[in-house]
């Protein structure tokens, strides 16, 4: 019984708050090259406008830390962009009981879901060197927790911990 009280924590605790971040980059970059940035003009994040402010402002203080400076003639350009994703497989625990003896086997499994749907956001950060045909030379595609109705706080330290868990792939290590 103990052993399933632990599953079950381990389990809960595993499910929230998860952040997964997949890179992909052109191998054949010299990413060394790149040392100024800016924002599409155009670009549409999918979050709010305070919230958009909030990423790109996070976005350059790390980019900051990195060596890397904005500018009006940049290297590369960064493009951002969001979606609110609905996780529809909820997770379930099983509980199965099994019997065996002379007489045959039998069993009883009964499955509780955990929660309902759960929604997340997928934030995807795209590089572009616009002086080679806008050519895609880095990419992190990020799913996280994050939600737009938290409270400001909440929201800052979200993106402060996405943003550094997503920019823990730039440069890539070859």
Do not use: H
């Given at each position: 019984?103990?052993?399933?009280?632990?599953?079950?924590?381990?389990?809960?605790?595993?499910?929230?708050?998860?952040?997964?971040?997949?890179?992909?980059?052109?191998?054949?970059?010299?990413?060394?090259?790149?040392?100024?940035?800016?924002?599409?003009?155009?670009?549409?994040?999918?979050?709010?406008k305070?919230?958009?402010?909030?990423?790109?402002?996070?976005?350059?203080?790390?980019?900051?830390?990195?060596?890397?400076?904005?500018?009006?003639?940049?290297?590369?350009?960064?493009?951002?962009?969001?979606?609110?994703?609905?996780?529809?497989?909820?997770?379930?625990?099983?509980?199965?009981?099994?019997?065996?003896?002379?007489?045959?086997?039998?069993?009883?499994?009964?499955?509780?879901?955990?929660?309902?749907?759960?929604?997340?956001?997928?934030?995807?950060?795209?590089?572009?060197?616009?002086s080679?045909?806008?050519?895609l030379?880095?990419?992190?595609?990020?799913?996280?927790?994050?939600?737009?109705?938290?409270?400001?706080?909440?929201?800052?330290?979200?993106?402060?911990?996405?943003?550094?868990?997503i920019?823990?792939?730039?440069?890539?290590?070859?």
């Open positions: 019984m103990k052993f399933l009280k632990f599953l079950l924590i381990a389990v809960l605790f595993t499910s929230c708050g998860s952040t997964y971040v997949n890179y992909d980059y052109e191998k054949s970059t010299d990413f060394t090259q790149y040392k100024t940035y800016n924002y599409f003009d155009d670009m549409v994040t999918g979050l709010s305070f919230d958009s402010v909030r990423i790109i402002s996070t976005i350059d203080s790390k980019l900051s830390t990195m060596g890397l400076n904005r500018s009006n003639t940049p290297d590369f350009y960064i493009d951002i962009q969001s979606k609110e994703l609905m996780n529809r497989n909820s997770p379930n625990i099983g509980v199965g009981v099994g019997g065996g003896g002379g007489r045959g086997f039998g069993g009883v499994s009964v499955g509780v879901p955990l929660n309902s749907n759960k929604y997340s956001r997928e934030i995807t950060i795209d590089f572009v060197d616009k080679q045909n806008e050519k030379f880095w990419q992190a595609v990020s799913e996280s927790t994050y939600k737009g109705n938290a409270s400001v706080e909440k929201r800052e330290a979200t993106l402060a911990k996405l943003v550094e868990k920019f823990a792939g730039y440069p890539p290590k070859k």
